[in-house]
């Protein structure tokens, strides 16, 4: 059975943490992308980054479909930027920032390649939310948040707020 993984919150420094690139593709691993498919659901998110579970590996989860029958798996994802001047904005949430929304501008031509659970390779160019997503995701890994896009006084303020 997945269980339900407790989400960290923005300001705590975990969230900060750099990830490890996953080298082990082994039972460990399908059980914790399980659990955090589970805990995104639950939480009504469309990706989730290992990192905001406190697990700090190259491990993301989504789900961009209606009908939340879609799920997906991001192992040792890495991009490039193929068009700097193609920027797209999207009004963007996070599980680990309650309440909040701000919108964000970001590269829109990216090629990405992943492995999934089995190790193997894959490559693609995505379009449209994928390729927002995945590059909120990525920063997670990096320990970067949506908040860094904003203003310092901005930031401060979700940070007292969610402090309390
Ligand atoms: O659920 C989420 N919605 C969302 C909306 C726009 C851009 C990115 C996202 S990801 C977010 C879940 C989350 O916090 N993932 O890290
Ligand atoms: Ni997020």
Request: aromatic share 6%.
């Amino acid at each position: 059975m997945a269980e339900k993984l407790k989400i960290l919150k923005f300001p705590d420094p975990r969230l900060r943490t750099v990830a490890k690139k996953v080298t082990k593709f082994d039972k460990s691993l399908k059980k914790l992308s399980e659990d955090m498919l589970f805990t995104m659901y639950e939480g009504n998110g469309i990706g989730l980054a290992a990192s905001q579970v406190d697990r700090h590996i190259r491990l993301i989860v989504m789900d961009l479909s209606e009908d939340r029958n879609e799920p997906r798996v991001f192992i040792n994802p890495e991009y490039e930027i193929i068009d700097n001047e193609s920027l797209a904005s999207f009004e963007e949430g996070c599980l680990s920032i309650p309440g909040f929304s701000e919108e964000i501008i970001r590269p829109d031509k990216i090629s990405l390649t992943w492995q999934d659970l089995d190790g193997k390779i894959h490559k693609d160019n995505p379009e449209g939310l994928l390729t927002i997503c995945i590059q909120h995701e990525m920063d997670h890994l990096e320990g970067k948040l949506m908040v860094d896009y904003i203003s310092p006084i901005k930031r401060d303020r979700i940070r007292k707020k969610l402090s309390k």
